[in-house]
C-alpha cells in the first residue's frame, strides 16, 4: 500500500509538472514567458503569504491554547467527558496541531490566489490625475489601492476569525473554559488574554473596514444613479466615521479588560457598538432617506446626480460625443440624395451574415474548408478608391470522426482569403470577388503577394503536428491542384508556430497534455515536427495578456504579405467612483454573437478603454501588442508589470493602420449608456421622459434580441468628408407593461477608420456623432420600416412569387443612413432555392424614406421609386471584380435557358428605365441604360446561339425591336 500511493503520488506530480512544462515550451515560443513566469510566481507568492498568515496564525493560536492549558481541573462528569476525548485525541494531538493548520491555510490562500491582478495593480499603480468630487481622491486611490484594502482587510479578518475560534475551541476541551452547573462559565486567565487579543484583532480590522466603506459608498450601485447620493453623504459617510472610531474605542476595553480581568467594561462597550451600527448605520440612514430625501428626491439629489452623470460619461469616453439636433425630412424630394454621393456609393448590398453559404458554395471547393457564419467588414483601397469589403478566410473544416492521422497529420491548415465588393453583387445575385480561387487571384493580390495559409484561426483544429526536416516527405494537404484530375498538393509547414515535439520527452509531456497515446507513437512526427495549439486569435491574446478583456470578434486582414487576424483589447474596472455599472455579457449580445462571436469575457464593468490592439498572423501564430492608448493608466500600470511585452502604436506599419478600426464592443457598451446617458441635465436625468434604447433586429423573429451595429462608409451631417464608420439607432424605452413605439429618436455614428499612415492615429479616429431626432417627429424606426416593408401590398406579392419553387426569401441586414436630409433605410432581399446546394443570392433591394417605400431589382431603381422618379443618387452595382466574367454576364455555371432568361430581364429593365429617363430629360441617364441594353441583347443573342446552336450574331436589334423579356428579377 505505501508503494502504491508513493506511485501514484509521483504520477500526480508528473503530471502538474508536464502540465507547467507545456505552458513553459508555449510561451517561450511566443516569446512572452516573462508573463508565464510573472503570473506564475506572483499567484505563488501571493498563495505563500496567505498560508502562513492563516496557517501560522492558526498553529500559534492552537499552540498557546494548548500550553495554557491548566493542569489541574475539576472533578465531576464533565471532566470524564474531557478526559476521553483528550485520550482519543493524544496519539494524533501532535499531527493535529500541524495538519489543521496547514489544510485551513491551503484552502484559504487557494481562494485568494484568484485575486494576483489586485495584488499587482497595488503594488504598481499609477496617478491618474484626475480626482473623485466627493473626496478630492486620485481615481488612482479607487481603481488600485481600494480594492487591494477591501482583499486584505477581508483575509485578515478571516485569519482573526479561524485562528480565535480554533483556540477557544482548544481552551474548551483542555479545560480553559468551563461550564459549570452553578457558576455559569468560567473562563481561565489564558483564555481572557486570548479571546482579548482576538477581540481587539477583530475590531481594528472592522474600524479599518467602516473607515474604508466611507469611499465604497461612490462606487455604490444601490441607488437611483451610480456613486454616494444625499443619504450616503449626509448619513452613511458619518455614521461610518463614528463607527470606526467606536470599534477603535472598544477595542481598547477589551485589553483593559484581559488585563484587569474583569469583562464587564467591554460587553458593554460591544453591546453600545452593535446599538451604533443598528441606530447609525442602518435606522438612521433609512429615516434621512425616507423622510428627508424621498419627498424632495429631484431636488436634494439634483447635485449628485450631475456627478454621476460626468463621471460615468467620462469612464465610458462619452464625454466627447458630438450631438447635432437633425430636423428629419420625412417627404422624399426629387434629387435629394444628389449631394451624399460619398454615401450612396458605398452602401452597402452584401450581408456578411448571410453571404456565408455563398462563399461556401462557391468558394469552399473542398468539403475541409469551411468559412465562418458571419463574415467579417473591412475596406481596401482599389485604384486609389476605399471599398468597403465583405472579407473572410477559408478555414479547415475536420471531420471529428476521422481518424487521428488525418485529423492531426494530414488535415492542418485552410488556405486562402475570399474577399467582395460590399456594395454590388455580380451576375446572377452572387458576391462579387475581388480575391478569391484557389490559386487566390484578384485585385488585391494573388499566392505570390501574400501567404495564404491559414494555419491560426477561428475554426482551426484542437491541435496538429507540422514541420519537418529538408527533404521530407510532405504529409499536410496543402490546397486542390490546379489541374483537372490531378492530386491535390501538400506542403510542409517552414515557420515557427509552436513548441517542439522532436524529442521523445516533449511527446510524452503533449500526450498527457491532450491524452492521446497516437500523439506519442505515431511514426508522422519528426525530429523537426512542432505542435499547434490554442490556436483561435482571442485564445491567444487572452493568455498572452491575462489582464485584458477580449473582444468578441476578431477579424482578418491582408497585411504587408500576411494574413493577420485583428483582435481588440480593453483595460476594465468596477471601480470608477460614481460611474453608473453594465454587465458585459448583457451589452454586448445581439443578432450576430455566439459561434465564433462569443463573448470573451463577463462581469460588471464601470470603466471601459480600447487600450491595445492586437495582431496574430495567421500562418505562424506570432502575437503582437500594441498599446493603443498608451497613456491610459491601466495599461501602463501593467506595462510595470510586463515593460517588453507591448509596443507602441507608432510601430505599426501604414498597412496595418489602414485595417485597424473602432471596436464593436465598446461601441455596443457606449450606446448602451449613451441611450440613457444622453441626457446631461440633472432635472431631465431624473425625470426619464427621454430615455432610449437600442431596437430589436427586425430581421430576427425574436424581437429581443438586438439590432448590431454596422460599419458602414458615410458622410454625417456637418462631417467635412465620407469614413469607414460604425453605426446603430435609437427608439424610445418602453415603460414596463408598456407598448413599444418604434420611431427614430436617435442615430449614433463612429468613426472607425484608424488611417493609413505608419504609427500616426486619423484624427477623427473614435469621434463619436449623434444625431438627436426632434421627438415631435414620429421618423420610422427600423422596427418600423421593417413592418411597412413587410406590408406593402407590391413587395408582398413579388416575395411571393420569389419563394414559388420551395424557394426560401431572406431579409438582409436593414441599414440606417441620414441622407437627403432624413433617414434612408435599404434592405438587400435574398432568394435561396430548395436544394442542399443552394445559397442565397441578391434579388431585390428594399428602400424606404418616411413612410415611402420602393422595390426593385437594383438599388437605383428602388431609390428613384421613394424619390419621385429621380433620386440623384451616385450607386455602385456594376460588378467588375474577379468573380464577374463582365459587367451583367450570368455565371458559367447556369444553363443558357437562365443566361437567356436573365438577359432579357435585364434588357426589359434596361428599356423601362430609359423611356423614364428620356421623359424625364435625363439624357446621360438615357445613354448609359442604351449600353446596358446593348449588352443585355448581346447576351441573349449569345445564349439563343447555344440553344440553337447557330453561330453567335455580332448585329443588335433596335430597342422597339427587343424580344419580350420573361418576368425573372435581375440582380
Known amino acids: ?16 509538472v508536464s502540465s507547467v512544462y507545456a505552458d513553459v515550451l508555449w510561451y517561450n515560443q511566443l516569446g512572452f514567458e516573462r508573463v508565464f513566469w510573472t503570473e506564475y510566481l506572483s499567484k505563488a507568492a501571493i498563495f505563500v503569504v496567505a498560508f502562513l498568515l492563516m496557517g501560522a496564525a492558526t498553529w500559534i493560536s492552537l499552540r498557546l491554547a494548548y500550553r495554557s492549558r491548566p493542569v489541574y481541573a475539576p472533578d465531576g462528569q464533565r471532566q470524564d467527558n474531557m478526559s476521553k476525548y483528550q485520550s482519543q485525541l493524544e496519539p494524533m494531538r501532535r499531527l493535529l496541531m500541524i495538519g489543521v493548520p496547514v489544510v485551513i491555510g491551503i484552502f484559504a ?19 491618474f ?3 473623485d468630487p466627493q473626496f478630492g481622491m486620485d481615481l488612482a486611490f479607487y481603481m488600485f489601492s481600494l480594492p487591494f484594502i477591501g482583499l486584505l482587510t477581508g483575509y485578515l479578518i478571516s485569519v482573526v476569525l479561524i485562528a480565535g475560534i480554533a483556540g477557544l475551541l482548544t481552551h474548551y476541551l483542555y479545560g480553559g473554559i468551563r461550564i459549570e452547573e452553578r457558576g455559569g462559565v468560567v473562563i481561565g486567565k489564558p483564555a481572557r488574554i486570548h479571546i482579548a487579543v482576538f477581540a481587539v484583532g477583530f475590531l481594528l480590522l472592522q474600524a479599518v473596514n467602516f473607515w474604508v466603506d466611507r469611499y465604497s459608498t461612490l462606487l455604490s450601485q444601490n441607488g437611483r444613479v451610480a456613486g454616494a447620493l444625499y443619504t450616503d453623504v449626509h448619513a452613511v459617510i458619518p455614521t461610518k466615521t463614528i463607527l470606526a472610531i467606536a470599534a477603535v474605542l472598544v477595542a481598547v476595553t477589551f485589553i483593559v479588560g484581559a488585563v484587569m480581568g474583569r469583562w464587564r467594561l467591554p460587553i458593554i462597550g460591544t453591546a453600545m457598538l452593535l446599538v451604533t451600527v443598528i441606530v447609525a448605520g442602518g435606522i438612521y440612514p433609512f429615516i434621512v432617506q425616507q423622510y428627508q430625501v424621498v419627498p424632495s428626491e429631484k431636488t436634494l439629489e439634483r447635485e449628485f446626480i450631475q456627478k454621476n452623470i460626468e463621471m460615468t460619461r467620462q469612464a465610458y469616453g462619452l464625454d466627447a460625443v458630438e450631438e447635432t439636433n437633425y430636423d428629419v425630412q420625412l417627404n422624399p424630394q426629387k434629387n435629394a440624395l444628389a449631394k451624399d454621393s460619398a454615401t450612396t456609393t458605398n452602401i452597402r448590398l452584401l450581408d456578411p451574415n448571410l453571404v456565408s453559404a455563398a462563399f461556401d458554395q462557391l468558394q469552399q471547393f473542398r468539403t475541409y474548408y469551411k468559412f465562418t457564419n458571419t463574415l467579417n467588414v473591412d475596406r481596401y483601397v482599389i485604384d486609389g478608391k476605399t471599398e468597403d469589403t465583405v472579407i473572410g478566410v477559408r478555414e479547415l473544416n475536420v471531420d471529428p470522426g476521422d481518424t487521428w492521422v488525418n485529423q492531426h497529420i494530414t488535415y492542418t491548415h485552410g488556405y486562402g482569403v475570399v474577399a467582395a465588393y460590399g456594395n454590388r453583387v455580380a451576375a446572377g445575385g452572387r458576391p462579387d470577388f475581388m480575391l478569391s480561387g484557389i490559386p487566390t487571384t484578384g485585385v488585391l493580390g494573388n499566392d505570390k503577394t501574400y501567404e495564404p495559409r491559414i494555419y491560426f484561426g477561428e475554426l482551426s483544429p484542437d491541435y496538429s503536428i507540422v514541420g519537418g526536416p529538408e527533404g521530407w516527405d510532405p504529409r499536410e494537404l496543402d490546397r486542390p491542384a490546379s489541374g483537372s484530375g490531378s492530386e491535390d498538393t501538400r506542403n510542409t509547414f517552414s515557420g515557427d508556430g509552436g513548441p517542439s515535439v522532436g524529442n521523445f520527452f516533449n511527446r510524452l509531456v503533449y500526450s498527457l497534455k491532450f491524452a492521446s497515446t497516437d500523439l506519442l507513437l505515431s511514426d508522422a512526427i519528426n525530429s523537426e515536427s512542432q505542435i ?7 485564445e491567444r491574446v487572452e493568455k498572452v495578456a491575462p489582464y485584458l478583456t477580449i473582444d468578441s470578434n476578431a477579424y482578418p486582414a491582408i497585411v504587408d504579405g500576411r494574413v493577420q487576424w485583428i483582435v481588440d483589447a480593453y483595460t476594465t474596472s468596477k471601480n470608477y467612483p460614481y460611474s453608473k455599472q453594465q454587465a458585459l455579457d448583457s451589452a454586448v449580445t445581439d443578432s450576430l454573437t455566439g459561434g465564433t462571436r462569443a463573448v470573451a469575457q463577463t462581469g460588471q464593468i464601470n470603466y471601459i478603454r480600447n487600450s491595445v490592439k492586437a495582431t496574430v498572423d495567421a500562418y505562424d501564430g506570432s502575437v503582437t501588442l500594441y498599446a493603443w492608448e498608451p497613456e491610459e493608466p491601466l495599461l501602463q500600470a501593467w506595462q510595470k508589470v510586463f515593460p517588453t511585452n507591448i509596443k507602441s502604436y507608432k510601430d505599426m506599419s501604414a498597412e496595418l493602420m489602414s485595417h485597424v478600426r473602432y471596436p464593436e464592443d465598446l461601441f455596443k457598451v457606449q450606446r448602451e449608456l449613451l441611450a440613457t446617458y444622453h441626457v446631461t441635465d440633472p432635472g431631465g436625468f431624473y425625470d426619464a421622459n427621454d430615455a432610449w434604447s437600442v431596437p430589436g433586429d427586425p430581421t430576427q423573429s425574436n424581437a429581443s434580441i438586438k439590432q448590431p451595429p454596422y460599419y458602414l462608409s458615410l458622410k454625417m451631417p456637418k462631417q467635412e468628408k465620407e469614413a469607414f464608420s460604425l453605426t446603430s439607432t435609437f427608439i424610445p424605452q418602453t415603460a414596463p407593461g408598456g407598448q413599444q413605439r418604434n420611431v427614430l429618436f436617435g442615430f449614433l455614428a463612429a468613426e472607425a477608420d484608424a488611417g493609413s499612415k505608419a504609427g500616426v492615429k486619423a484624427e477623427g479616429y473614435g469621434k463619436l456623432r449623434l444625431l438627436a431626432i426632434p421627438r415631435e417627429l414620429s421618423v420610422p424606426g427600423p422596427g418600423q420600416a421593417q413592418q411597412n416593408f413587410d406590408s406593402n401590398a407590391t413587395v408582398s406579392q413579388a416575395l411571393n412569387l420569389l419563394r414559388q419553387g420551395a424557394s426560401e426569401v431572406k431579409n438582409g441586414n436593414l441599414l440606417s443612413l441620414p441622407v437627403g436630409g432624413g433617414i434612408l433605410y435599404v434592405q438587400p432581399v435574398y432568394v435561396q432555392s430548395s436544394g442542399q446546394t443552394s445559397y442565397p443570392t441578391l434579388r431585390k433591394v428594399l428602400v424606404a424614406f418616411g413612410d415611402k417605400v420602393g422595390f426593385a431589382d437594383t438599388l437605383a431603381e428602388a431609390l428613384d421609386q421613394v424619390f419621385q422618379g429621380t433620386s440623384g443618387a451616385v450607386t455602385s452595382e456594376t460588378g467588375t471584380g474577379s468573380g464577374s466574367e463582365k459587367p451583367g454576364t450570368p455565371p458559367s455555371t447556369q444553363t443558357a435557358e ?7 430581364g435585364d434588357a426589359n429593365a434596361a428599356i423601362k428605365a430609359g423611356q423614364a429617363a428620356l421623359a424625364e430629360g435625363d439624357f446621360a441617364k438615357y445613354g448609359a441604360e442604351q449600353t446596358k441594353l446593348q449588352d443585355a441583347l448581346e447576351r441573349a443573342t449569345e445564349a439563343q446561339d447555344k440553344l440553337t446552336g447557330a453561330p453567335a450574331s455580332t448585329e443588335t436589334p433596335a430597342p422597339s425591336e427587343a424580344p419580350a423579356p420573361s418576368e425573372s428579377p435581375a440582380p
Open 1 to 16: 500500500m505505501p508503494t502504491i500511493i508513493v506511485i501514484g503520488i509521483l504520477v500526480a506530480v508528473f503530471v502538474f
Open 109 to 127: 490562500a487557494t481562494a485568494v490566489t484568484s485575486q494576483w491582478k489586485e495584488v499587482l495593480l497595488f503594488f504598481n499603480q499609477v496617478d
Open 129 to 131: 490625475g484626475e480626482t
Open 532 to 538: 499547434l495549439y490554442d490556436r483561435s486569435p482571442k
Open 898 to 904: 437562365q443566361q437567356l432568361t436573365d438577359a432579357l
